[in-house]
Structures are given as C-alpha cells and as structure tokens.
C-alpha cells in the first residue's frame, strides 16, 4: 500500500521514524498498532493451524503421549527386556476417553473465551464510534483467532493430547505486544476520551497474563480418575510436562532437587518416555525401510525389463529350457553379484565364439549386467527424521541469528555512550536489555538443538541397532558366509554409536560454514576490504584439511577391518575356550590377538596424528587471521583507525569465528567417518534374506507337514543338499529321522523351518512350531524368562514344564531358583542343564509341531530316558503333539510311530521300525553301522562305548535286541567281523582306562 492507502486504511500512516526514534520516548503510531502488533499473533496462529491438525491425528507423532496398546500389535517382536522391565507392557498412558476434562484446561477455555467475548465488545465499540477499517478489522481478527484458540484447547483434551506450543507463543505475543498500546493510552491520556475501550484493553492484557501462566500447568496432574490409567510405576514427566516446562526443562527440578539433598538411586528414574521407546521407533523405520525396498525393487524390474528387451532386440536370447540346460551342463555362466541381477551372456549360447564375443562388444555389451540400485539407508532415515531435523536446523539458524547479533548490538550501545543523548536515553536501555534478551534466547535455543540433536542420534542408534539384529536373525545362509559374528557386532557397537555420536554434533557442524561467512560479511561492513586477507588466509589451509581427511578415510577403512578380525578371534576364542585350555593354545592365540591388535593400534596412532595436525592448523588460524585482518586495515590507508566500536565489534566477530573453524576441521574428520558407517550398515541391511514363502501355513492341511518335490540347499550357487523330498508327515504322531553323520538329518529339520533356501517344491505346516536346536541357546535372563520367553506366567503349566524336563533337582541347587541369572553375564550352566532349559522352553510355548535336533545327546542316560518318557515319548506330555525327532539314540527308534531314513539328501527309507527293520535295507545298514562304530570317528566311538556301559539295563536290553535282529539280517562272516571289532574297541577303551 502506498502512504495515501493506508491513511484510508487506518486513518493515519502506518510508520513514523521521527515520531519512535526522536521522542522522549517509543510512540508508535496508532495504524502500526492496530495491525502489525495485531496481525503478527493472530496471523501466527491462522499459520500453523494446518500442522496443529496433521500433529493432532497423527498417532506417531512425537506429542502424542497416549499412544495406544492396539497400534502397537503389528509390532509385538519386541525384545524381552522391554517385556520384562515393564511387565509386558510400554509406559505410557492410555488414551481417556472423549470429553475427558481437566480443570485447569477448562479454566483456559474459560479465560479464552472471555477473550473472544472481550475482543467482541471492543468490535462493537469500534463499529458504534465509525473507527478506520484497521481497527475494526484488528478487532473482529482478535474475535475470531480466540475462538480458534479455545476450539484447539477443547480438542486437544478430546484427542488427549499434550498441549502444543501454539498458545504459549501466543500469549506471549499478546502480552509482549499488549504492553505497547497500554503504556500508549496512558502516556497520551487516551483513557479519559474513551475510559470503555481502555477498560477492554486493560482487562485483556490482565487476562492474557492470568492464561498465559496457566499455561505453565500440566493437565495430566488434574486428570480425573476416569480420564486416566498409568501403565508404568513412574511414568517420564517429560511426556506430561507443559510446553513451558519443557522449553525451561522445569520437569527435571524434582529429580535435581532429590539429588541434592540426597543421593539418587535407581528407583528416583524415570520410565522411558514413550516417543523414546524402541517398539515404537522400530515400527516408523520399519515401514519407511520396506517402502524404500519396494521403491528400488520397482526402478530394478522396469531396469531389468529394458536390458532383457535390449538383448532380445539385438539377437543375444535362448528360451529359457536351453539355458537351464546348458548352465546344469557345467558351462561358464555369470554368477549373482549384490547390488546386479546378472545374466548369462550370449558366449554362453553359442558356445564361446569370437564372433559373439566381439558382436557382443560392438553392440555395447561389454558389462552383460543391468545395472541396479540398492535401497538407501540415508534416504530411511531422512524420510523418518526429516521432522526432527528442520525443527533442530531452524533452531539453530535462529541460535546463529542471535549469536550474531550481539556484536552489532554492542556496536550500537557504544556509539550511543559516546555521544549520550538525554532525550533517546531510553534507546541505550532498549539495547541493554536487548543483549540480555538475546543472551538468553540464544541459550535456550542452542540448549534445545543440542537436546533434539543428542536425542535424533539415539533414535537413530536405536532403530539401526534393531534392524541390524533383526536382519542378522533373517539374512540367508549363502549372505551369511560374507558377515561374520564380528562385522556384526562391530556395526551394532562401533558404527552405530559412531552414527549417534556425530549426529549428536552434526548440526553445529553444518552450521560452521554459515556462521563463518556472516562474520566474514558483517567485518566486511565494519572493517571493509581489509577482511580479505584473512579469508585468503583461510582458503589456503583448505586443500591441507582435505588431503588430512582423505587419509583418514583409508585409515578408518582399514582400522575397521583389522576391529573385524580381532573380534572375530575373540570370539572363537571365548567359544572355544575349554579346547583352547585342553591342548595349552593360550600362547599361540594370544600372540594372534596381540598381532591385530598392535596394527589396530599403528592405525590409531596415524589417526591421532592425523586429528593433532588438522586440530593444531584450525587452532591457529583464528589468532593469524585476526592478526593480518588488523594488521592489513591499518596499513591500508592512513585514516583508518581502530575505534572503541570497531574494536569491540571486530574483536567479538573473531572470537565467534574460533568455534565454527573448529567445527570446520571435525566436520571433514566426521564427515569421513559417517560416510563409512552408513555404507557398512547400508550393505547389510540390503543383504539378501530368507524368503518367506520358503514354507506355507495352511490351518486345513491334513497332514502336520508336508514337503512335495523339497530340493533345497544352503547356497544357491552350491550343489542341492536335499533332493526329492516328498514327505507327509502324520497329525500328533512321533517321527524320527535318522542317517549317518552328513546325510541332511538337520537340514531336513531347517528346510521344515524355512532356513534354507528352496530351489523347488513346496513345505506346507500346520500350526504353530517350537524347534529345539542341538546346541542350546541361552539369553542373558533369568531361568525362568528363558522358559517363559515372552509369555504370561502360569504357575501350575511352569512347575509341571520344570518337572518334567528334569530341572527340579537343578533350580534347588542354585541360591536364587529359577530367579538365578543364566547367560554370558550370568551363572554357567552344564552342557545338559542348558539343553533341559531349551527343551523346557519348548515344551511350555504349547506349540503344535515340536522339531527336535538331537537334544538327548547332551543329557545324562538316565536323564535322556526320563525325558523321553515324561515328555517326548508317546507316553509324555506331548504325546498329543506332532513330534520330529533327529537322533541317534538307536533305542530310542522302537518307541517312535516313523522312522525317515537319510541317506547322501534324500529320504531312503520309511516306515515304522518294526517294517524297517524285517529286511536288510538302508536302515538295517545304519543301524549295522551304528552299533560297529564305523559312523563316528575314534574318539566319539570310545564315547558311545562309555555311554553303552553306563546306561541302564532296559537301555541296554533295547540295543541287545536290536543288534540281535541285525545279526538275524546280515551274513554270518560279516556279523563275526562287525563283533570282533566291537569287541577289540571295547578291549582297547577298558585298557586305556587302567593306564589312565
């Protein structure tokens, strides 16, 4: 508008310089009240409306603190430690229901509404006294924004949501901006003409002050009983504090004020505060992962679909029959490489010919891949954190705005002290208290970025930490051989902390660069071109901290491999650490460790040196660029002088420019550093996984398992372990599967599982499966959360679960029962009591298939026998069951409904044992095998003699007649001879005995 415009308009102009800045005091003219102090807070709130309501109804909002127990069913995986820790349950607070008041939320409605009513009254005015437009319109804004305000007080309890920032910074302006017209009013004597609208506006900025300080209350500690339930002993106050406490941190005064006067302890801390916890974060990434795996699945297949044509289009295809052929020939052929899908090229077709190769050549087919993408790790987490990041970038913007200003505000302050000025004095106070206002807007702000920021790499870390553990359960078995134990847990505990660390920094580092060039401007207006020298200065060292990162970045390359390999022999160690002890190894592996950690050290110590001359090159700059800059303005022209204002001015801008050249030499390191990490993490969590079709659930199968056609192998670029399996297997009957070492007993076990890879055929299930490994798997948990695993405590099934498995006798050993702590931090249990824990898992997990890889290897005789009896047999608890039992306990075989014989991947034989064991066939040949040894190596077979001593006389019976029968069935010449071997092995073990 021009000045004519707004002389209609508001009935006077909108700025008079003169009138603020020469009078005794700050008069503002009546057209700049009534629309900038109006449109500024009202506007504001019109403004952020449209986030108001997308914030309100989004259930994964960082506000939203009564997240509810349903959202949270998609992603019941969670670790056991969250269960355990909190009863099974996440603490927060459930939603209350709609219309769930608060009194002190009502009272801010109330006080609103006045507002509007006030704000109405004055319209009123206005309109009966022919005021100029902007004060009607200013009026009848007011009216109208109150009544939003107090709509979006109401709907926030409905949605029980915590109240947002919006009407604190509104009432703040209301107060701020208020102070002005009331002082004018005053100073003018206003109130005599028109005492009716000086009463409104008294009583509006009173009770704007009394809702604004209501806004310091948090309406969840006057929740009524009805509108609330805490899930949690102590709920974080964090998650119920008020806007204003959040921003000044006042709910952290109870826990600081406890901490003086006492020591704190763990039961004064805070459950985790609901937007911090895992389940929830892991949810969010979960869903932006698999959107950017299908995003890149969708621009690989139209790639693919456009290098097949391509192909086609020149000549360079074969049906695809031909081609299966000839690879299963043996030819050469391509192999899968990650981040290609990768084809047979034409050599391959037709035979290798230099006519194909070079065609093949000319047409430009040189790489015969179609170049893919993989998913992008950086653009998840952008995609989950973008939020989070603009509120802490716009944080710190403004943090950087006001850092900045101090220095031109102590240059005004000083030209007004040089020459003081009676009647602008209230200028020099303005200024005062603007670098205390200042000071303290700064602090806040940069506190607030750093807590965002400190808080953005913990989520980060967290989700990271999950998806990498995740995926090392689900990556397949030919990714497996590329990631060992070590690289995994290296990118858990060095690569994700890296990434939480840096993060923590990253914004103030980014910021460097920005904060240095508004020094360098505002030197420019202060100093002039003199600041050129030292930016030159600067630019010089640049190509030096370049070069200085470079070199770290091949340094931390290989630093991170050698951390690999140490881990990894560590590792084996402590697995293997009763042999290593056996055969006195200690020397040999310390001397190995010890070699990868001395060039683990040489790396450090290059990186160390590294760090000390970037730190030391970026250190000095500060002192040399402010040296030549004075040094060069002085000698420039004679009349150039370093007046107080200058001085000052300058000299802060230096020191200012101190912590972002610091920053400037760790963002290169840092930036090295996570470009690393991200990489690492992004390559295995695009590593190939298990395929979840590997196996059907089909609740109307009517057999427990069904296998048609099964090839499956570990590798599909290695030969098939299993072939042509065809196998049903029958509803609550007890099957084993038995062979000779390496004939695919356990493989069976993990195709049934979905574990490996299938090239063809179909696994059906029906129902739930409990699997017991051969090797026990223990968590770092008490004895009774590894049997629990996750589920509800049923005191009469646990007791009956730890009878049963042979556990009784056990728990009364231990001080604490089944409360004893079990684990690699806890109580070392025997190779036995772990396998009768994992088989007591099973058992009270109530499935309906329970897979068994050989447990009763690791027990006792006789406890074997009471196990099989009490609980895998058919006479046990699972004799309702569908039961797979791998073994090669051989008395075991007469008590089983079926027997599957393997035999070099494939099903031999089956049948029930008394079917099997009438002909001389490759179960008879096992069992033959079996009972001469000649399945197991020297010293395994002295094993078995010592167990077959041991056992019980049934036991001992059982295996009698089955070698009876096996006699029966085989010649008399080749029976004499399987005796006569027994018979010298059993000899030689009794004598190694006495000499012992």
């Known amino acids: 508008m021009n000045t004519s415009a707004w002389d209609a308009f508001c009935g006077g102009p909108l700025w008079n310089s003169s009138q603020l800045l020469d009078n005794w005091w700050p008069e503002f003219t009546p057209c700049f009240i009534n629309t900038i102090f109006v449109w500024v807070p009202c506007g504001y709130v019109w403004l952020v409306l449209p986030y108001f309501l997308y914030d309100v109804n989004n259930k994964f909002s960082t506000n939203n603190l009564y997240l509810a127990k349903n959202d949270l069913k998609e992603h019941s995986r969670q670790t056991l430690d969250t269960n355990v820790a909190n009863g099974g349950k996440l603490s927060t607070l459930e939603s209350p229901p709609k219309g769930a008041m608060t009194v002190f939320c009502l009272w801010k409605i109330v006080l609103t509404s006045l ?40 709907y926030e309890r409905v949605k029980g949501r915590n109240p947002m920032f919006i009407s604190f910074y509104f009432y703040s302006m209301n107060i701020i901006l208020g102070i002005v017209p009331l002082y004018t009013w005053i100073i003018t004597e206003d109130y005599q003409h028109y005492p009716g609208k000086f009463t409104i506006i008294v009583l509006s900025f009173a009770t704007n002050v009394l809702t604004f300080s209501l806004t310091f209350v948090p309406d969840s500690e006057w929740a009524t009983k009805k509108g609330y339930r805490k899930i949690g002993p102590r709920p974080c106050p ?42 929830r974060l892991n949810m969010r990434f979960e869903k932006v992962w698999t959107a950017e795996i299908n995003r890149v699945d969708r621009i690989n297949k139209v790639r693919t679909t456009s290098f097949q044509a391509q192909r086609q289009e020149h000549g360079f295809s074969q049906n695809t029959h031909e081609t299966t052929e000839r690879v299963q020939n043996g030819l050469q052929h391509n192999t899968l490489v990650r981040g290609k899908d990768t084809y047979l090229t034409p050599a391959v077709y037709y035979g290798g010919s230099d006519e194909t190769t070079s065609l093949l050549v000319s047409k430009g087919y040189q790489q015969h891949t179609a170049q893919t993408k993989s998913a992008s790790l950086i653009r998840a987490l952008t995609s989950l954190f973008w939020k989070d990041t603009v509120i802490i970038l716009v944080q710190k913007i403004f943090a950087d705005a006001l850092l900045y200003s101090n220095p031109m505000i102590l240059g005004v302050l000083i030209e007004r002290l040089q020459f003081p000025d009676e009647r602008k004095i209230w200028q020099s106070y303005v200024l005062s208290l603007g670098l205390v206002v200042t000071g303290i807007a700064k602090t806040l702000l ?12 913990l989520h980060v870390k967290t989700v990271l930490v999950s998806a990498i553990y995740k995926k090392s359960l689900t990556i397949s078995s030919s990714a497996k051989k590329d990631s060992t134990v070590g690289e995994i847990v290296n990118l858990m505990s060095v690569d994700c902390q890296r990434l939480e660390d840096i993060i923590t920094g990253i914004f103030f580092m980014y910021s460097a660069p920005v904060q240095f060039i508004f020094a360098i401007v505002i030197l420019y207006v202060t100093i002039g071109p003199a600041v050129i020298t030292g930016l030159v200065l600067l630019i010089i060292t640049v190509p030096f901290n370049m070069w200085i990162g470079k070199q770290q970045k091949l340094i931390q390359d290989s630093l991170l491999q050698r951390k690999d ?9 402590l697995n293997g650490m009763k042999v290593l002890k056996l055969y006195a190894w200690e020397d040999e592996f310390k001397r190995k460790v010890e070699a990868v950690r001395s060039t683990e050290i040489k790396q450090l110590y290059k990186i160390a040196f590294l760090n000390f001359c970037a730190g030391l090159g970026w250190g ?27 001085a000052f001015v300058s000299l802060a801008l230096f020191n200012l420019i101190r912590v972002p050249l610091n920053y400037i030499s760790t963002m290169i390191m840092n930036s090295v550093q996570i470009s690393v990490s991200v990489k690492r993490i992004n390559l295995f969590l695009v590593k190939k996984d298990l395929n979840l079709r590997n196996t059907k659930m089909d609740p109307h199968l009517e057999h427990a398992v069904s296998i048609q056609n099964g090839t499956f192998t570990w590798d599909r670029d290695e030969p098939p372990v299993l072939k042509n399996i065809n196998e049903n297997i029958p509803v609550g009957k007890l099957t084993a599967i038995v062979g000779q070492v390496g004939s695919g007993k356990s493989s069976l076990i993990a195709a049934i599982l979905g574990e490996m890879e299938k090239l063809a055929g179909q696994v059906t299930i029906k129902g739930k499966v409990a699997y017991v490994s051969q090797q026990a798997w223990i968590q770092n948990a008490t004895v009774r959360d590894n049997i629990l695993f996750g589920k509800k405590y049923k005191k009469q099934r646990y007791n009956q679960v730890i009878q049963i498995c042979e556990l009784q006798r056990d728990l009364e050993i ?7 702590e079990i684990g690699e931090k806890g109580i070392n249990l025997s190779g036995g009591q772990k396998q009768r824990v994992n088989l007591a898992r099973a058992v009270y997990s109530d499935s309906d298939i329970y897979l068994f890889d050989d447990p009763l290897s690791a027990v006792d005789a006789h406890v074997g026998k009471a196990i099989f009896k009490n609980v895998v047999g058919n006479s046990g608890v699972l004799a309702k069951k569908t039961r797979i039992l791998v073994t090669h306990g051989i008395h075991w075989l007469p008590q089983v409904d079926q027997i599957l014989v393997m035999t070099n991947g494939c099903i031999s034989e089956r049948g029930s044992y008394e079917q099997l064991i009438s002909h001389n066939g490759p179960f008879a040949q096992f069992l033959q095998m079996h009972l001469t040894g000649g399945d197991h190596s020297s010293d395994h077979r002295e094993d078995l003699i010592e167990e077959e001593e041991e056992a019980d006389e049934e036991l001992q019976e059982v295996k009698n007649a089955i070698k009876a029968k096996i006699d029966q069935l085989t010649s008399d010449a080749g029976n004499t001879s399987g005796e006569e071997t027994h018979s010298v092995t059993r000899q030689e073990v009794r004598h190694r005995r006495r000499n012992n």
């Open 115 to 154: 507002l509007a009513a006030l704000s109405l009254v004055r319209l009123l005015f206005d309109l009966k006294d022919d005021q100029p437009t902007a004060d009607v319109l200013a009026s009848g804004l007011y009216t109208a924004t109150y009544v939003l305000v107090a709509i979006k007080l109401w």
């Open 238 to 279: 964090e998650a119920v504090a008020t806007y204003p406490s959040q921003m000044l941190y006042l709910w952290m005064l109870k826990l600081m004020m406890s901490g003086f006067r006492r020591e704190i302890t763990a039961d004064d801390l805070w459950d985790l505060n609901p937007r911090d916890q895992g389940p």
């Open 446 to 457: 940069f506190a607030h970025a750093m807590y965002r920021s400190a808080l953005l790499g």
């Open 565 to 573: 390999q140490r881990i990894k022999i560590v590792n084996e160690i």
């Open 620 to 646: 000095m700059a500060p002192f040399l660029v402010g040296f030549v800059t004075f040094a060069t303005y002085v000698l420039m022209d004679s009349s150039n002088v370093l007046d107080p204002q200058k």
């Open 814 to 820: 231990l001080e604490a029962g089944d409360l004893t």
